[in-house]
Protein backbone atom coordinates (compact mmCIF):
# COMPACT_ATOMS: atom_id res chain seq x y z
CA UNK A 1 0.00 0.00 0.00
CA UNK A 2 1.44 3.50 -0.52
CA UNK A 3 1.98 5.85 2.04
CA UNK A 4 1.70 8.99 2.48
CA UNK A 5 3.66 10.57 -0.53
CA UNK A 6 4.94 14.37 -0.61
CA UNK A 7 6.41 16.52 -3.26
CA UNK A 8 8.67 17.70 -4.33
CA UNK A 9 11.15 15.94 -1.84
CA UNK A 10 13.64 18.90 -1.65
CA UNK A 11 12.93 23.10 -3.16
CA UNK A 12 15.56 25.33 -3.01
CA UNK A 13 14.33 29.07 -3.36
CA UNK A 14 15.37 32.48 -2.93
CA UNK A 15 13.77 34.65 -0.59
CA UNK A 16 10.30 36.45 -1.73
CA UNK A 17 9.37 33.71 -4.06
CA UNK A 18 6.13 31.19 -3.92
CA UNK A 19 6.40 27.98 -2.40
CA UNK A 20 4.19 25.32 -2.92
CA UNK A 21 4.12 21.82 -1.03
CA UNK A 22 1.94 18.99 -2.27
CA UNK A 23 0.54 15.85 -0.80
CA UNK A 24 -1.04 13.10 -0.94
CA UNK A 25 -2.69 10.80 1.75
CA UNK A 26 -2.93 7.33 2.43
CA UNK A 27 -6.34 6.43 1.02
CA UNK A 28 -9.27 6.59 3.37
CA UNK A 29 -7.87 8.60 5.65
CA UNK A 30 -9.98 10.97 6.89
CA UNK A 31 -7.78 13.49 8.84
CA UNK A 32 -3.89 15.52 7.42
CA UNK A 33 -1.64 17.09 9.41
CA UNK A 34 0.86 19.61 8.71
CA UNK A 35 3.99 20.14 10.42
CA UNK A 36 7.48 21.85 10.39
CA UNK A 37 10.47 20.47 12.04
CA UNK A 38 13.41 22.66 12.57
CA UNK A 39 16.40 22.01 15.03
CA UNK A 40 15.48 25.13 17.13
CA UNK A 41 11.85 24.36 17.41
CA UNK A 42 11.48 20.58 16.95
CA UNK A 43 7.96 19.25 15.29
CA UNK A 44 5.70 22.35 15.46
CA UNK A 45 2.13 21.59 14.22
CA UNK A 46 0.88 23.93 11.57
CA UNK A 47 -2.55 22.80 10.52
CA UNK A 48 -4.81 19.70 10.63
CA UNK A 49 -8.10 18.79 8.16
CA UNK A 50 -10.93 16.77 9.01
CA UNK A 51 -12.58 15.61 6.09
CA UNK A 52 -11.01 18.60 4.23
CA UNK A 53 -12.01 21.15 6.16
CA UNK A 54 -9.40 23.42 8.24
CA UNK A 55 -9.37 22.55 12.49
CA UNK A 56 -6.80 23.98 13.73
CA UNK A 57 -4.52 26.12 12.13
CA UNK A 58 -3.24 28.03 15.35
CA UNK A 59 -0.36 26.77 14.68
CA UNK A 60 0.43 28.83 10.88
CA UNK A 61 3.24 31.05 11.86
CA UNK A 62 1.31 34.00 9.83
CA UNK A 63 -0.62 34.95 7.27
CA UNK A 64 2.47 34.12 4.46
CA UNK A 65 1.48 30.66 5.31
CA UNK A 66 -1.99 28.96 3.87
CA UNK A 67 -3.01 25.27 3.27
CA UNK A 68 -5.86 24.14 1.19
CA UNK A 69 -7.35 20.48 1.13
CA UNK A 70 -9.38 20.92 -1.96
CA UNK A 71 -10.47 16.96 -2.08
CA UNK A 72 -9.80 13.63 0.22
CA UNK A 73 -6.68 13.05 -1.95
CA UNK A 74 -4.79 16.07 -2.01
CA UNK A 75 -3.29 19.18 -0.34
CA UNK A 76 -0.95 22.13 -0.58
CA UNK A 77 0.57 24.20 1.83
CA UNK A 78 1.47 27.41 0.51
CA UNK A 79 3.93 30.28 1.38
CA UNK A 80 4.17 33.50 0.04
CA UNK A 81 6.57 35.05 -0.08
CA UNK A 82 9.02 32.82 1.01
CA UNK A 83 11.67 34.10 4.02
CA UNK A 84 15.19 32.49 4.76
CA UNK A 85 13.76 31.40 8.17
CA UNK A 86 11.32 28.91 6.52
CA UNK A 87 13.66 26.83 5.52
CA UNK A 88 12.52 23.51 7.25
CA UNK A 89 11.27 20.30 6.94
CA UNK A 90 7.60 20.16 6.17
CA UNK A 91 5.90 16.86 6.73
CA UNK A 92 2.36 16.11 6.01
CA UNK A 93 0.87 13.12 7.81
CA UNK A 94 -2.29 11.47 7.28
CA UNK A 95 -4.73 9.75 10.35
CA UNK A 96 -7.84 7.63 10.15
CA UNK A 97 -10.76 8.94 11.74
CA UNK A 98 -11.13 6.70 14.74
CA UNK A 99 -11.64 6.80 18.61
CA UNK A 100 -9.42 4.66 20.14
CA UNK A 101 -6.46 6.28 19.00
CA UNK A 102 -4.88 8.43 16.83
CA UNK A 103 -1.72 7.36 15.39
CA UNK A 104 -0.65 9.60 12.62
CA UNK A 105 1.31 8.07 9.07
CA UNK A 106 4.10 10.80 8.41
CA UNK A 107 5.22 11.39 5.04
CA UNK A 108 9.13 11.30 3.81
CA UNK A 109 9.08 15.53 4.02
CA UNK A 110 9.95 18.09 1.87
CA UNK A 111 13.19 20.12 2.37
CA UNK A 112 12.70 23.65 2.07
CA UNK A 113 15.82 25.70 1.76
CA UNK A 114 15.28 29.82 0.95
CA UNK A 115 17.97 32.23 0.03
CA UNK B 1 -1.69 21.99 28.99
CA UNK B 2 -0.59 18.81 27.53
CA UNK B 3 3.19 18.16 27.47
CA UNK B 4 5.51 15.31 26.75
CA UNK B 5 9.28 15.76 28.29
CA UNK B 6 12.21 12.87 27.11
CA UNK B 7 15.65 12.51 28.71
CA UNK B 8 17.96 14.42 26.90
CA UNK B 9 20.26 12.56 23.90
CA UNK B 10 22.31 12.44 22.39
CA UNK B 11 21.88 8.45 23.48
CA UNK B 12 25.09 6.91 22.41
CA UNK B 13 25.39 2.84 22.86
CA UNK B 14 27.49 0.05 22.15
CA UNK B 15 26.16 -2.43 20.04
CA UNK B 16 23.76 -5.57 21.83
CA UNK B 17 23.50 -3.50 25.10
CA UNK B 18 20.59 -2.38 26.82
CA UNK B 19 18.70 0.86 25.97
CA UNK B 20 16.15 3.05 28.04
CA UNK B 21 14.98 6.15 26.85
CA UNK B 22 12.59 7.85 29.01
CA UNK B 23 9.59 9.79 28.45
CA UNK B 24 6.89 11.03 31.16
CA UNK B 25 4.03 12.66 30.29
CA UNK B 26 1.31 15.54 31.74
CA UNK B 27 -2.26 15.09 30.56
CA UNK B 28 -5.79 15.77 31.47
CA UNK B 29 -7.64 12.42 31.04
CA UNK B 30 -6.16 9.30 29.68
CA UNK B 31 -4.20 9.61 26.56
CA UNK B 32 -2.84 7.09 23.95
CA UNK B 33 0.94 6.99 23.85
CA UNK B 34 2.99 6.11 21.11
CA UNK B 35 7.08 6.41 20.28
CA UNK B 36 7.73 7.29 16.74
CA UNK B 37 10.77 6.98 15.25
CA UNK B 38 12.98 8.66 12.38
CA UNK B 39 15.40 7.51 10.33
CA UNK B 40 17.80 9.88 8.74
CA UNK B 41 16.35 11.68 5.81
CA UNK B 42 12.82 9.88 6.30
CA UNK B 43 9.73 10.97 8.06
CA UNK B 44 8.61 10.04 11.40
CA UNK B 45 7.31 6.35 11.75
CA UNK B 46 4.79 5.12 14.57
CA UNK B 47 7.23 2.41 16.54
CA UNK B 48 4.39 1.45 18.84
CA UNK B 49 1.92 2.51 21.01
CA UNK B 50 -0.52 2.27 24.04
CA UNK B 51 -3.80 3.38 24.45
CA UNK B 52 -4.79 3.01 28.72
CA UNK B 53 -2.93 2.64 31.83
CA UNK B 54 -0.71 -1.01 32.33
CA UNK B 55 -0.85 -1.84 28.70
CA UNK B 56 2.41 -2.95 26.94
CA UNK B 57 3.20 -1.72 23.38
CA UNK B 58 5.70 -3.70 21.79
CA UNK B 59 7.31 -3.56 17.84
CA UNK B 60 10.60 -5.00 16.71
CA UNK B 61 12.34 -5.91 20.23
CA UNK B 62 11.56 -2.10 21.73
CA UNK B 63 8.98 -2.19 24.69
CA UNK B 64 7.19 0.54 26.19
CA UNK B 65 4.32 0.40 29.33
CA UNK B 66 1.78 2.88 29.92
CA UNK B 67 2.10 3.66 33.75
CA UNK B 68 -0.39 6.03 34.80
CA UNK B 69 0.87 6.32 38.31
CA UNK B 70 4.03 7.32 37.23
CA UNK B 71 2.96 9.18 34.06
CA UNK B 72 5.44 7.30 32.26
CA UNK B 73 5.90 5.67 28.87
CA UNK B 74 9.72 4.42 28.76
CA UNK B 75 11.12 2.83 25.52
CA UNK B 76 13.20 -0.32 26.17
CA UNK B 77 15.36 -2.85 23.89
CA UNK B 78 17.48 -5.59 25.36
CA UNK B 79 19.68 -5.57 22.80
CA UNK B 80 20.64 -2.84 20.16
CA UNK B 81 21.84 -2.84 16.79
CA UNK B 82 23.47 -0.58 14.57
CA UNK B 83 20.97 0.09 12.30
CA UNK B 84 18.34 1.19 15.50
CA UNK B 85 20.46 4.55 15.07
CA UNK B 86 17.54 7.14 14.96
CA UNK B 87 15.89 10.02 16.71
CA UNK B 88 12.84 8.77 19.04
CA UNK B 89 10.03 10.95 19.78
CA UNK B 90 7.56 9.86 22.57
CA UNK B 91 4.13 11.55 21.89
CA UNK B 92 0.75 12.01 23.11
CA UNK B 93 -3.00 12.67 22.07
CA UNK B 94 -5.60 13.60 24.70
CA UNK B 95 -8.90 10.88 24.20
CA UNK B 96 -11.08 13.09 21.51
CA UNK B 97 -8.26 15.03 20.20
CA UNK B 98 -6.84 14.39 17.21
CA UNK B 99 -3.66 16.46 17.69
CA UNK B 100 -0.38 14.96 18.93
CA UNK B 101 1.79 16.73 21.36
CA UNK B 102 5.55 15.39 20.84
CA UNK B 103 8.24 15.28 22.91
CA UNK B 104 11.34 17.01 21.73
CA UNK B 105 13.47 13.62 20.48
CA UNK B 106 16.35 11.87 21.48
CA UNK B 107 19.09 11.48 19.17
CA UNK B 108 20.33 7.08 19.59
CA UNK B 109 23.32 6.52 18.27
CA UNK B 110 25.07 2.83 17.94
CA UNK B 111 28.00 2.24 17.94
CA UNK B 112 29.24 -1.43 16.29
Known amino acids: DAGVIQSPRHEVTEMGQEVTLRCKPI?????LFWYRQTMMRGLELLIY????????DSGMPEDRFSAKMPNASFSTLKIQPSEPRDSAVYFC?????????????FGPGTRLTVT | GNSVTQMEGPVTLSEEAFLTINCTYT??????LFWYVQYPGEGLQLLLK?????DKGSNKGFEATYRKETTSFHLEKGSVQVSDSAVYFCALSDPGAQKLVFGQGTRLTINP
Open chain 2, 50 to 54: ATKAD
Open chain 1, 49 to 56: FNNNVPID
Open chain 2, 27 to 32: ATGYPS
Open chain 1, 93 to 105: ASSPLKASSYEQY
Open chain 1, 27 to 31: SGHNS
